[in-house]
């Protein structure tokens, strides 16, 4: 069974509809970038996968046995209050707080959960610097232990590497492709780069006023679909 199920999902804002008759799956172990103009739903349809916006037709399944505990988020770097006056420890740590439920404070495994993922990805010796003092990249890999921590299967990002520089956004790439190869992690990716979506993600979901594209990264590439919005962001950059 397919880990999510759309079938001829729409998302509405104040009765327009903004996403319409949308059809795909995901599976386990699958690396998804959503690409797509301003304004087709790719935020829209994030907020529908975590549960935050209900389609206004059509059908959306979790399956496979996901759990909503299971999902973690990434959103935009400008949604994040960037002054927020926390440690780095602390941001992460806060990435188990359903996992913790009504119970006061942490346990042991959580707390060790929080310092393996900041290990991972680098910033273990960052874990007492205000999260307001990093730069973009620093922020983006807290954000992202953070997520970790509630993620056991699935992670959501919305345009993580808007804002970011080259070296940041290549090093972050890197550890999606970690994450998905070595942990079998699920990502769902938002990205507004399509040549870098087609050179990471084995998927790709193209949301578009001219109509969507689901398929496979090559299928993607040979597709006079593909082909068209490749050669405009190539003469766009």
Do not use: W
């Amino acid at each position: 069974m397919s880990l999510i199920t759309c079938s001829g999902v729409s998302f509405s804002y104040e009765n327009q509809t903004v996403v319409s008759g949308l059809s795909f799956q995901v599976e386990q172990g699958d690396y998804l970038c959503i690409v797509g103009e301003n304004g087709t739903g790719k935020t829209t349809l994030i907020r529908g996968l975590l549960g935050l916006k209900k389609p206004s037709g059509g059908k959306l399944v979790l399956g496979d046995g996901l759990k909503s505990t299971q999902i973690g988020y990434v959103p935009q770097q400008d949604a994040v209050q960037k002054d927020f006056p926390a440690s780095v420890y602390e941001v992460t740590l806060s990435g188990c707080l359903n996992a913790r439920g009504l119970l006061p404070g942490y346990s042991a495994a959580q707390k060790k959960r929080a310092m393996e993922n900041l290990e991972l990805l680098g910033i273990s010796d960052l874990k007492n610097r205000s999260f307001q003092e990093l730069s973009g990249g620093q922020r983006q890999r807290v954000l992202l232990s953070r997520s970790l921590c509630a993620a056991s299967r699935l992670l959501l990002l919305d345009e993580p590497t808007t804002g970011l520089d080259p070296l940041a956004m290549e090093e972050f790439y890197g550890l999606m492709n970690e994450l998905n190869k070595k942990r079998r992690m699920t990502l769902i990716m938002v990205s507004h780069a399509i040549r870098e979506a087609v050179e990471h993600a084995d998927h790709i979901l193209h949301l578009s006023q001219a109509g969507n594209f689901f398929g496979t990264t090559q299928e993607y590439e040979n597709s006079a679909f593909g082909r068209r919005f490749l050669r405009e962001e190539e003469k766009g950059r």
